[in-house]
């Protein structure tokens, strides 16, 4: 027991990168400790970059912290080289059928608690001193217990399998390199190990994202749940009061509408509960796929790494949760309006209004995806009210009547400086756009303005591709300039069809449904003409923007401007 105490001790003041027990100790800024030439040699090698990382937890750190000998961690231990005991193994400490066991060891073998991927063997504690110890091997990379260090040793050379090549996708030795696969893209295996591992955390932030999402979802249809029982319940109780007023001869009606009601009330319950059950599942296979890909990324050997990882990186395809777009309706209070109806003509119901009765239960269909508006008092039903925000507009854009207005100007303004504002002649609006919105934009000239939607995170500053809308991933515009509609996303045009202007002024409507991935753009006069419409997913909450296109010929004693509507 005495001896498997002083190797927990060893693992715990052991060095990440030697594997030896701490020399002159060091702990950086985020708590790992490491011997001070260790990691003076490991940041030397990242010196190039700027940026500094730990080994273990790969932090980064600018500038290169100074490193001061941690006195406490260097007299544990010392203590602990004292006090380091060499009893006999107990009957434990032998390998079994399911170890692996020490490849040194005569006769009956230890358990091995190290493997040397250098070496390509496998020791127990006291075989493995001299890794410890022998400068010539100190260097080496030693790892976990493996049974399948020879899948390391290349078949056909009978060396061990220190490259990968992207050609071919598969670990290589170095005389496999300059051999059969000569002229093929081939890097160490190490630095694909590492390019790997970053596209296995983007996987894994890929996977939470999804396991959050869903997990928004399945409190939404529980809601939901509750809301069609309650409205189902309601809508029974106020249909039997109605009905007990009437004659035996609407008793059968009755009883026809309770029926009704309660088999579309199971209907969509059912449906409900059975995209939540996917939901649920799915959650708990992301959940087991992001364990397993944890454990992988732990995995110290390149080349289980990345022969595991092709297999495991592959995501099921995501439910589809684009339906889960409840609609505003008031569910089957319908049908008490329409059985209200039934007691008033009794006659006329019992021969036309029925049919209405029976469409009121049907039309009860949680989960259809929302249609969009076709009139403008439709899109007047998600109007949402907007704002310029001061600290994102450009210098040489001035906001005015209540931040709704932007007019761009020759000359630049005096603002405070601030780490949101533009350097390119645009700005964002403060309120955050979710669900279902419509806005309007007018623009009083004829050309050189973009109206845009972008995430919270678009550059401010830098390369036009980084910041302007429209150029980027993390935006979308439709610009008007020259009697001509272009829209843009990613840097990539779509010329738009639209109506040619004679008047001063015009307006173009926005529609956005968040959750269903839809952005739409109208001409908005007597009629609302679609522009252009967008079907996409998107992964963050949106802002609107306005910019305003510079052009030497455009400036009038004023500038020109565009403003955000107040809808009504």
Not at 55 to 69: E, S, Y
Not at 113 to 124: A, F, T
Not at 213 to 224: F, N, T
Not at 377 to 386: E, N, P, R, T
Request: charged share 30%; with cysteine; glycine share 4%.
């Amino acid at each position: 027991m005495a001896q498997k105490g002083v190797r927990v001790d060893r693992e715990t003041f052991s060095c990440y990168i030697c594997l030896d027990l701490l020399k002159d100790p060091v702990t950086i800024p985020c708590g790992h400790s490491y011997c001070i030439s260790c990691i003076k040699s490991f940041w030397d090698e990242e010196d190039e970059k700027k940026i500094h990382s730990c080994p273990q937890c790969r932090q980064t750190f600018t500038p290169r912290p100074v490193l001061v000998k941690n006195t406490m961690l260097a007299d544990l231990v010392k203590k602990l080289k004292k006090t380091r005991l060499q009893a006999a193994p107990a009957d434990h400490c032998y390998a079994g059928p399911e170890d692996v066991a020490c490849d040194v060891c005569t006769g009956r073998k230890l358990k091995a608690v190290k493997s040397c991927l250098v070496c390509l063997v496998s020791y127990c504690e006291k075989h493995l001193q001299p890794h410890y110890h022998a400068a010539p091997i100190k260097k080496h990379k030693l790892v976990e217990p493996s049974k399948k260090l020879q899948e390391n040793i290349c078949s056909r050379h009978d060396e061990v399998m220190k490259m990968f090549c992207r050609t071919d996708q598969q670990c290589i030795c170095y005389l496999c390199s300059v051999d059969e696969h000569k002229g093929h893209d081939t890097v160490l295996a190490a630095a694909e190990r590492t390019e790997r591992q970053r596209e296995l955390q983007l996987r894994r932030q890929q996977i939470q994202q999804r396991i959050q999402d869903r997990d928004k979802d399945v409190k939404v249809l529980q809601q939901e749940v509750e809301a069609i029982n309650g409205s189902a319940d309601k809508a029974v109780e106020d249909s039997e009061k109605i009905f007990t007023k009437l004659i035996r001869l609407i008793k059968k009606r009755s009883s026809d509408v309770k029926q009704q009601i309660r088999s579309q009330q199971k209907t969509e319950v059912s449906r409900v509960k059975e995209l939540q059950e996917k939901l649920e599942q799915e959650i708990t296979e992301l959940k087991r796929k992001d364990a397993e890909l944890k454990q992988l990324s732990h995995t110290e050997d390149h080349n289980q790494f990345l022969h595991n990882y092709p297999s495991l990186s592959r995501l099921s395809e995501s439910t589809d949760s684009s339906s889960i777009n409840i609609r505003p309706l008031s569910y089957f209070e319908d049908v008490t309006a329409a059985v209200s109806q039934l007691r008033d003509k009794l006659q006329d119901i019992l021969r036309d209004t029925w049919t209405n009765i029976s469409l009121a239960v049907t039309d009860v269909d949680v989960l259809l995806s929302q249609t969009e508006p076709r009139t403008k008092a439709g899109f007047l039903k998600y109007s949402q009210d907007i704002t310029l925000d001061p600290n994102t507009a450009n210098t040489r854009l001035v906001l005015s009547e209540g931040n709704r207005k932007a007019t761009l100007m020759s000359e630049e303004q005096s603002y405070s400086s601030h780490q949101d504002r533009f350097t390119c002649e645009q700005v964002l609006s403060r309120e955050i756009l979710t669900g279902r919105c419509y806005w309007e934009v007018e623009v009083e000239w004829r050309g050189g303005v973009c109206v845009a939607v972008a995430y919270k995170d678009i550059s401010r500053a830098g390369d036009l591709n980084e910041c302007a809308f429209g150029c980027n991933d993390k935006s979308w515009m439709l610009s008007y300039d020259r009697n001509c509609f272009v829209f843009c996303h990613n840097n990539i045009k779509t010329v738009v069809s639209g109506p040619k202007f004679s008047f001063r002024s015009f307006r173009v409507g926005v529609y956005l449904d968040h959750s269903a991935g839809v952005l739409s753009f109208y001409s908005v006069s007597e009629t609302m003409t679609l522009l252009h419409r967008v079907q996409t997913t998107f992964t963050q909450t949106l802002y609107a923007g306005l910019s305003l296109l510079p052009c030497e010929s455009l400036f009038a004693k004023h500038g020109f401007s565009v403003k955000l509507c107040e809808l009504k």
